[in-house]
């Protein structure tokens, strides 16, 4: 069973430049020279990426910590992501550019979907940790449940997979505690 993610197979290797012409309305992220359309989320995606989102944020702004943003482009190398929700430490927002973000953020957290799962958990993960994102959290919305990987030397560092009754933490931001069962109502 392949990615169920819609790719533009034209058999030509796209790069930045050419996702830089793009003017179809559509949204698409770059990945391996695959450009990739991304399916407009729905509206239950979309909630809990907002809930993150807004949890992120207030903890972020209250402590000085850096800035949270989401579905922006992000350059990593030679592709482009826009992941659900991010965050960028303070010491490192010289990469936030107005229109883009011009490296790893800190943590990434992807709201899965039935045809984006497979690609959040392999190509955009291995992505992720070969340009430096320190913290990838993949929220399940159907299941409820959020897996949290840490960068470790080699690989990603399982944390463990989290519920709607456990209070989310992060050792990147360390005193932010985020109610699941708040995050999945």
Known sequence: ??????????????????????????????????????????????????????????????????????????????????PD???VAKERLTIVGEMNIQGAPDLVVEVLSPSTARYDRKKKSRLYFRNGVKEYWLADPDQQLVEVL??????????????????LTSNLLPGLEINLGEIFR
């Not at 990945?31 to 949890?55: C, D, M, S, W, Y």
């Not at 840490?150 to 209070?167: L, N, S």
């Open 150 to 167: 840490v960068a470790g030397e080699k690989e990603w560092k399982w944390i463990g997979v989290f519920d709607r009754e456990d209070i």
């Open 1 to 82: 069973m392949g990615l169920n993610v819609p790719t533009v197979s034209t058999g030509k290797k796209y790069t930045i430049e050419d996702y830089l012409k793009l003017d179809d309305g559509q949204s698409y992220e770059l990945i391996e020279g695959e450009l990739i359309l991304v399916p407009r989320p729905r509206t239950k995606h979309q909630k809990i990426a907002n809930r993150f989102f807004a949890n992120l944020d207030r903890f972020v702004l209250m402590n000085n910590l850096g800035e949270v943003n989401g579905d922006v482009d992000v350059y990593l190398e030679e592709e482009v992501v826009a």
């Open 85 to 87: 929700v991010f965050f």
